[in-house]
């Protein structure tokens, strides 16, 4: 169903565009941090913390069915 599809081409679409809105802003984040670092006159190495870094496991779930 050509319906069906595009339904479910959308929500893929949809959960991508979060996906790397959230790997951009993390990629900013560690930019500013090492420029922080820099600034500081501290290496980039031991200054962030890996600690505060949050995996997400994202699943794309179709919730018409």
Excluded: C, P, W
């Excluded at 929500?11 to 090492?34: C, G, I, N, P, W």
């Amino acid at each position: 169903d050509a319906e069906e599809i595009r339904a479910r081409t959308e929500t893929l679409q949809t959960a991508f565009h979060r996906v790397s809105e959230q790997m951009y802003e993390r990629a900013q984040a560690a930019q500013q941090d090492e420029a922080a670092a820099s600034d500081n006159g501290a290496s980039a190495s031991g200054t962030s913390s890996d600690a505060e870094e949050e995996v997400v496991d994202a699943e794309v779930v179709d919730e018409q069915k």
